[in-house]
């Protein structure tokens, strides 16, 4: 199983666009892919840092049918490394995003951790990596 890998991370949204722009406009990533499926009354799209042949992705689903979910008690939190954590929470607050937990070395650690909620209240935790 040496050359198996993590593909992607899917999850629900009511509001594709809204998600799209959080992912894209406030976390940097790139929207890779976009298909509409009318039979099945859904669209998938694809986020993320790079290509998918190289890089681990956020498959974002739609249902058009249905506006909002329920959080799972079984996810917990997607997790992004990023530079400058003070900075990206500062600027991702200017923006709206609601910060849940600010930066700040993580209980027991000295690992600086924050948390942000996307617009469908999914966890993101971001980790300093300098």
């Known amino acids: 199983?040496?050359?198996?890998?993590?593909?992607?991370?899917?999850?629900?949204?009511g509001n594709?666009?809204?998600?799209?722009?959080?992912?894209?406009?406030?976390?940097?990533?790139?929207?890779?892919?976009?298909q509409d499926?009318?039979?099945?009354?859904?669209?998938?799209?694809?986020v993320?840092?790079?290509?998918?042949?190289?890089?681990?992705?956020?498959?974002?689903?739609?249902?058009?049918?249905?506006?909002?979910?329920?959080?799972?008690g079984g996810f917990g939190h997607l997790a992004l490394g990023v530079p400058d954590?003070?900075?990206a929470c500062e600027k991702m607050a200017a923006s709206g995003a609601s910060i849940t937990r600010p930066p700040g070395p993580m209980k027991h650690g000295k690992t600086v951790i924050a948390?942000?909620?996307d617009p469908d209240g999914y966890k993101i935790e971001l980790i300093e990596k300098k």
């Open 85 to 87: 954590i003070y900075g």
């Open 115 to 117: 948390f942000v909620e």
């Open 37 to 46: 499926y009318p039979e099945g009354r859904f669209t998938l799209a694809f």
């Open 16 to 34: 594709l666009d809204r998600s799209i722009d959080f992912y894209t406009k406030l976390l940097g990533m790139k929207l890779l892919r976009r």
């Open 48 to 72: 993320g840092y790079g290509d998918e042949a190289e890089h681990t992705v956020i498959e974002l689903t739609h249902n058009w049918d249905t506006a909002s979910y329920e959080l799972g």
């Open 1 to 13: 199983m040496s050359d198996w890998r993590l593909l992607h991370t899917m999850i629900r949204v």
